[in-house]
């Protein structure tokens, strides 16, 4: 099992910066890929980014890229997502996801993410 644990999560206006936390414990040998997912009110959870735990090669959401950044210590069992040039339409609750390596990884499918954390609130202002 894999316990995650979001935290960054704030009210911030538009054009400003964010930086959210996963923290990963128990079996984090068993992750091979992290995964941010967003769900604002009234929509369904969608893909924001995705890294492969063991090159660190992120893939982004097009609505993200360039404003946003996925790092990850291995050694800190932690992902981090630099949120840069906020707008209003990244307003959120996001969820961090970890996925097992089951043969083939799955980084913008929500339903091929084993563990998911509690969510951190994320609400940009115009």
């Known amino acids: 099992q894999v316990q995650l644990v979001e935290s960054g999560g704030d009210l911030v206006q538009a054009g400003g910066s964010l930086r959210l936390s996963c923290a990963a414990s128990g079996r984090t040998d068993s992750i091979y890929a992290m995964g941010w997912f967003r769900q604002a009110p009234g929509k369904e959870r969608e893909f924001v980014a995705a890294i492969n735990w063991a090159t660190g090669i992120a893939t982004y959401q097009d609505s993200v890229k360039g404003r946003f950044t996925f790092s990850r210590s291995s050694a800190a069992n932690a992902g981090s997502l630099k949120m840069n040039s906020l707008k209003p339409e990244d307003t959120a609750v996001y969820y961090c996801?970890?996925?097992?390596?089951?043969?083939?990884?799955?980084?913008?499918?929500?339903?091929?993410?084993?563990?998911w954390g509690q969510g951190t609130q994320v609400t940009v202002s115009s």
């Open positions: 996801a970890a996925q097992k390596d089951n043969g083939v990884v799955y980084f913008r499918r929500d339903d091929k993410y084993d563990y």
